[in-house]
C-alpha cells in the first residue's frame, strides 16, 4: 500500500461499520481510508462507544491488506498505528503524549483518542484489517466525560483535522514499511511510551483490585508487570484492565 483512497463523508454509525459493510460486499480496496465528520455509533475496545462531536474530532477507518502476516504478530500492527499518532501529535506541538495498553492515547491522565483494529484471518495469517482511529482535536469540552481531552484544550490551539489527517499517513506509511526484523524495535519503542511506565498503577483483575509496577509489553502484546511481591507476570488484554 503506497497510497491512501480517501472517502470522505458528513455523518454515518460508525466508520468501521461503513467499512465492513464494503467488505462482505467484496468493495474493499488496500487503502481505502473513510473519514467521517461525525460517527453516531463509534466503538472502541470491548464494544465501549466512541462518542465524537461533528467537525471537531479526527474520526478514520482504514482497510488494510497483507501478505502473510501471522496471527501470532497482530499485537506489531496495534503498536504500529499506535507509535504513528503518538508521532504525529507529537509532531503537532504536543508534549506529553503515552499510550495506555492497550488501545488508548493519553495526554497526562485524560484520554485523547484510541484505536480499535478488526482482523481477517486465513489460516494462521491476517490476510486484512480494519484500523479503526479515533482522535480528540478541536473539542473544547466534554460533558460528562471528566477522563477525556482534545488536542485544543491540551495546547490551546485549533487545527485543521486534514492537516493532522496528512501527517498521520505519512507516520503510518513510515511504520508500515518497516521490514519484519524491526519488530524488537518496534516492541521497544512502544514499551517506551506507556502510559504509567515504572509507576505502580491500579488494575482490575476479574473481582480483584491489585496494584503492581507497569514493566513493559511482550512479543505478544502482553502487559509486563512487577508484583507487589516483586514476581514477574505478563496478562493479555482479557485477563486485566487498566485503571484511570
Known amino acids: ?33 473513510i473519514w467521517a465528520k461525525e460517527q453516531t ?21 482504514i482497510y488494510k491488506e497483507f501478505n502473510e502476516f501471522k496471527v501470532s504478530n497482530s ?13 504525529t501529535l507529537k509532531i503537532i506541538g504536543l508534549k506529553e503524549v503515552r499510550i495506555k495498553w492497550p488501545n488508548d492515547i493519553m495526554s497526562g491522565n485524560k484520554k485523547l483518542g484510541g484505536i480499535l483494529i478488526e482482523n481477517f484471518l486465513k489460516s494462521e495469517f ?14 473544547e469540552k466534554f460533558e460528562d466525560l471528566p477522563n477525556a481531552t482534545s488536542l485544543y484544550m491540551e495546547i490551546n490551539q485549533k487545527f485543521k483535522l486534514k492537516k493532522i489527517l496528512n501527517i498521520l499517513i505519512q507516520e503510518l506509511l513510515k511504520f508500515f514499511n518497516l ?6 524495535m518496534i516492541i521497544d519503542m512502544y514499551s517506551s511510551y506507556l502510559w504509567k511506565l515504572n509507576l505502580a498503577s491500579d488494575f482490575k483483575q476479574k473481582n480483584n483490585l491489585l496494584k503492581a509496577k507497569v514493566k513493559g509489553i511482550n512479543s505478544s502484546g502482553n502487559l509486563i508487570l512487577e508484583m507487589p511481591d516483586g514476581s514477574i507476570s505478563a496478562f493479555n488484554s482479557n485477563e ?5
Do not use: H, P
Open 179 to 184: 521490514q519484519e526484523d524491526k519488530q524488537n
Open 41 to 61: 455509533q463509534g466503538k472502541g475496545q470491548r464494544e465501549n462507544r466512541w462518542l465524537s462531536q461533528k467537525g471537531k474530532s479526527l474520526t478514520i477507518s
Open 126 to 139: 491476517i490476510s486484512s484489517s480494519i484500523i479503526g482511529i479515533g482522535l480528540n482535536i478541536n473539542e
Open 1 to 33: 500500500m503506497s497510497l491512501f483512497n480517501i472517502i470522505k463523508l458528513d455523518a454515518i454509525s460508525s466508520t468501521n461499520d461503513y467499512l465492513k459493510k464494503k467488505y462482505k460486499s467484496s468493495n474493499c480496496k488496500d487503502g481505502d481510508l
Open 240 to 244: 486485566i484492565k487498566m485503571i484511570y
Open 75 to 87: 499485537f506489531i500492527l496495534n503498536a504500529i498505528v499506535s507509535l504513528s499518532i503518538v508521532k
